[in-house]
């Protein structure tokens, strides 16, 4: 029973004032009620506090098209966090969103029977032990299905400590960033495109996901059959959208390659950090795209890129793209 706040606890061999007995005899069975209706009150309202802050849910993520439209510059983790972790494993994903990268980027190739494995390489052997394993070099990666692939350790080769770990599919990394309540940017090296589109839909992860490739006939033919997913013209180039390989033209983004990814259906180029020009950066807004750079690691292409005005920095080393911008001076107000 809570007592007022008059009550006070007498000492070993004391005694209480005469005025106190009185005094308490007074409070009647009102009382009483009053106080314990008071404590129970006081114990729902905490309870019920309490539980709001359990069930509450998190702040809802930006959607992604306003991730894309930020007025920031965006940092995307290259391959994942890879300069601190194996390229293209779950742990180098987990690392890259521990550290806020806005964007998760990976490439991807099919298996033997078809399952779209997160690896950069056409062929196992830089980034896995199938060379020691299977005894020969230069092993294509769609020579193996997907459950022989999954033996592989694509770890040890950059650090013992990650020894044991595997080759993801496209579907468990997507699942293990989603989870997260990150984003992926898909590098499509090879691939079917009614497959990619079909594993994007299924699984619910149009949403989160911007899809590029260097193959822009790849990206119109995925634009038909996911017309919901945001698509990336890496460039410069392999294929164009008519299938043809581009031969004797500049790398550097101008307004023909602007013309050609505007038929894919992007929204974004994604172009070489090298062949970045603050006229090409401006010229590429003004016909509604955003501009990414690829792939930037110290600070002074960092500064470079940032001067150029570019939206999002593709980056080995995200902590440290982040770090740069947290210390960055503005820039000076202009005179009006």
């Keep these: 029973m809570i007592l007022g706040a008059e009550t006070r606890s007498a000492s070993p061999g004391s005694h209480p004032p005469k005025h106190a007995k009185a005094h308490r005899t007074c409070r009647g069975p009102n009382h009483t009620a009053r106080a314990l209706a008071r404590a129970a009150g006081l114990t729902c309202f905490c309870f019920l506090a309490c539980l709001m802050l359990i069930v509450s849910p998190a702040p809802a993520q930006p959607r992604l098209v306003d ?12 391959r994942g966090y890879s300069g601190l972790a194996p390229e293209n494993t779950l742990p180098a994903f987990e690392l890259a969103l521990a550290v806020g990268a806005d964007l998760v980027e990976l490439d991807t190739h099919p298996s033997r029977d078809g399952v779209p494995m997160v690896i950069h390489d056409a062929t196992l052997d830089r980034t896995t032990d199938a060379v020691e394993r299977w005894g020969r070099k230069q092993i294509p990666v769609n020579a193996h299905t997907a459950a022989e692939l999954q033996t592989l350790d694509a770890g040890r080769w950059f650090h013992a400590r990650y020894a044991g770990t595997r080759l993801p599919t496209l579907r468990e990394a997507l699942e293990t960033v989603r989870a997260a309540g990150g984003r992926v940017l898909i590098e499509c090296k090879v691939g079917d495109p009614d497959v990619l589109a079909a594993l994007l839909q299924t699984n619910r992860f149009t949403d989160d996901v911007v899809v590029q490739s260097f193959n822009w006939e790849f990206l119109h033919q995925f634009h038909a059959r996911a017309p919901e997913v945001v698509l990336g013209a890496l460039g410069p180039p392999s294929r164009l959208v008519d299938g043809s390989t581009p031969v004797g033209l500049s790398g550097t983004l101008n307004e023909r390659w602007l013309r050609e990814a505007r038929r894919t259906g992007a929204r974004l180029v994604v172009w070489n950090q090298k062949q970045l020009s603050r006229t090409a950066v401006n010229t590429a807004v003004e016909q509604g795209f955003r501009v990414w750079a690829y792939t930037a690691n110290t600070p002074e292409q960092f500064e470079r890129l940032l001067a150029l005005g570019v939206h ?5 080393h995200p902590a440290r793209l982040w770090r740069l911008l947290a210390l960055r001076r503005p820039a000076p107000a202009r005179d009006p």
């Design 67 to 78: 991730l894309i439209n930020a007025d920031r510059p965006l940092v995307i983790a290259h």
């Design 312 to 316: 999002g920095i593709i980056t080995d």
